[in-house]
Each structure stands twice: as C-alpha cells, then as structure tokens.
C-alpha cells in the first residue's frame, strides 16, 4: 500500500480515443498533484489542485484536463492525445502545498503509450 | 528561473561501495529547499533525503548524505555501503519558500541519474 494509487499502470490509446487517468490517495493530504515524465527530461508539473481548488496549470495543452471531485481523488482526461504525449503520469500528494515539512508522497505512476 | 543540473547519466558501483551523485542548481534565491528523490523500477518517486538552505550542516539518513556547497549552488548525494536494492534513478530537485506566488514553492526536478549497484 503506496498511500498514493494510480490506475491503469499502463495505457495505450489511439489518437482519438477519450481516456481517464485516476490517482487517488489515502494519506489525508491537502493537495494533489500530477506530473509528467517523459525519457531524458525532468519531471514537469503540470497541475496543483488545493483543497480541491486548481491553483497550478502549467501552461498544459487543453488535451488534458485535470478533475478534482474531492481532496483524495484526482483524475486526468485525456482526448485527441499527440504521440508526443506518450510519457508516465505521475500522482502525488503533500500535506500542505509547498512546504518543506510537508514532502509530496508519488504514486506508482501510469505509462501512457499514444499511437 | 531557477533550474537543476544532473551531469551523469549513468552510473554504476559495486555492492558495498560508496558512490556520489552529483547535482547543480541556479537560483538567485537565499532560501530555499534541496532535495533528493528515488525512483526504483516499480516506478515510485521516493524522498531519499532533504536539507534546508539556511542550514550549513550537511543533512544524513542512514547510509545517504550530502554535500552541500551554497556558494558552489552544489547539492551531491553520497551514497556508503551500496546494496543492490539502491539500484533506481535518482533525482535532485529544487524548491523556493512558498510565499503564495506563482513562482515559489514548485519542485523542480533534475534530469536524473540512473545508478545500477552491481553484485
């Protein structure tokens, strides 16, 4: 038991296909968060949800679509995906945004493949 | 903007042995946090262990240490007794004291280091 649960663990999908992803955490953390991790380059964030409130997009293609029903859950829609896309998503979670004392906690992640 | 410099790659040690992963950063900031996480294959991002910038003692967990040099903007992990379960990717990351900004309070992420312990 991570204490941050991402389902699927992998996905593959057609360029026209409607996809979720979902993250959901047990620790009972404040906020949420989803990155991207594609080969040879550094985790980029993409979103910040706090308190179920989206505080952070990071300048993220409106392909993704992040959703935040309630503070454990977090989803990502995806549609009309790039092959470019193809990367891991990864959850995480942290107490309270941004403190040092508050270190944020990942998922397993999902390996998103788009053909 | 600040950014974090992972020059290696790749790199291998042998069971037991002691091996340094190096990390740089850049940022105009006084304060601010280090950190270093760990992603085994099963693909979860572990904190491994983290320092404050204000603080000048090199922070240790167990059998990981730093060496941090503020004025070098240099923020190495060591890494003794090596065991095969240490084999992941490991990546230095960045964060500014959160003021309620836009820019502050991001983990921003090196391109990480793969390391293999080798038996």
């Known amino acids: 038991e991570t204490g941050v649960t991402q389902t699927p663990r992998h996905l593959v999908m057609g360029m026209t296909n409607k996809k979720s992803l979902k993250c959901e955490q047990h620790?009972?953390?404040?906020?949420m968060y989803w990155y991207k991790q594609s080969a040879k380059k550094p985790l980029e964030l993409m979103f910040v949800?706090?308190?179920?409130?989206?505080?952070e997009n990071n300048s993220v293609p409106s392909r993704f679509s992040p959703e935040c029903p309630n503070s454990s859950h977090l989803f990502l829609h995806l549609h009309t995906l790039q092959p470019e896309d193809s990367a891991l998503y990864l959850c995480?979670?942290?107490?309270?945004?941004?403190?040092?004392?508050?270190?944020?906690?990942f998922g397993n992640g999902t390996r998103l493949t788009v053909t | 903007a600040q950014t974090v410099t992972q020059s290696q790659p790749e790199m291998s040690v042998q069971e037991a042995e002691t091996v340094t992963l190096s990390c740089t950063y850049d940022?105009?900031?006084?304060?601010?946090?280090l950190f270093w996480y760990k992603q085994p294959p099963s693909r979860q991002m572990i904190l491994v262990i983290r320092?404050?910038?204000?603080?000048?003692q090199n922070a240790t967990e167990n059998r990981f240490s730093v060496n941090f040099q503020k004025a070098a903007k240099s923020f190495s992990l060591k890494i003794s007794d090596s065991q095969l379960g240490d084999t992941a990717m490991y990546f230095c990351?960045?964060?500014?004291?959160?003021?309620?900004?836009?820019?502050?309070?991001?983990?921003?992420f090196g391109q990480g280091t793969t390391l293999q312990v080798k038996p």
């Open positions: 995480a979670s942290s107490q309270d945004r941004s403190s040092y004392n508050s270190p944020l906690h």
């Open positions: 620790l009972g953390h404040n906020a």
């Open positions: 949800y706090s308190l179920e409130e989206r505080v």
């Open positions: 940022t105009s900031e006084n304060n601010y946090y």
């Open positions: 320092q404050e910038a204000y603080k000048q």
């Open positions: 990351a960045f964060m500014n004291l959160w003021d309620g900004s836009s820019n502050t309070g991001k983990l921003i």
